[in-house]
């Protein structure tokens, strides 16, 4: 995690990943634990005030906390920015199911 843009009062980390098997890479950055912005988004299937889930190329992003709305989406850019307070990240490959859905398959 690299730290950007850091001043006394304004603090943003800012986190990048790269697929092996992809030549896809997104990024976010998070300031505060308040806003945020993602790139490489391929869909949003689920935003609440609590959660949103991000489709991004081979993986998806859970993102949990309180408060959440949407500043900006633009999935034709791959782009998302949104408020909220920002608790924790969750990352998961995409395909791989639930455990249930793979033992009953």
Aim: charged share 25%; aromatic share 6%.
């Amino acid at each position: 995690m690299d730290k950007t843009n850091q001043s006394a009062t304004s603090k943003s980390y800012s986190i990048g990943a790269e697929q092996k098997q992809s030549t896809s890479t997104h990024k976010l950055e998070i300031d505060h634990h308040r806003m945020f912005s993602l790139t490489g988004v391929k869909d949003v299937p689920i935003f609440t005030d609590k959660n949103i889930t991000v489709i991004l190329d081979g993986e998806t992003l859970t993102i949990t906390g309180q408060n959440f709305s949407v500043k900006n989406l633009d999935i034709e850019n791959g782009k998302l920015n949104a408020l909220g307070d920002v608790r924790a990240l969750k990352y998961s490959a995409s395909g791989s199911g639930s455990l249930v859905k793979r033992i009953f398959k």
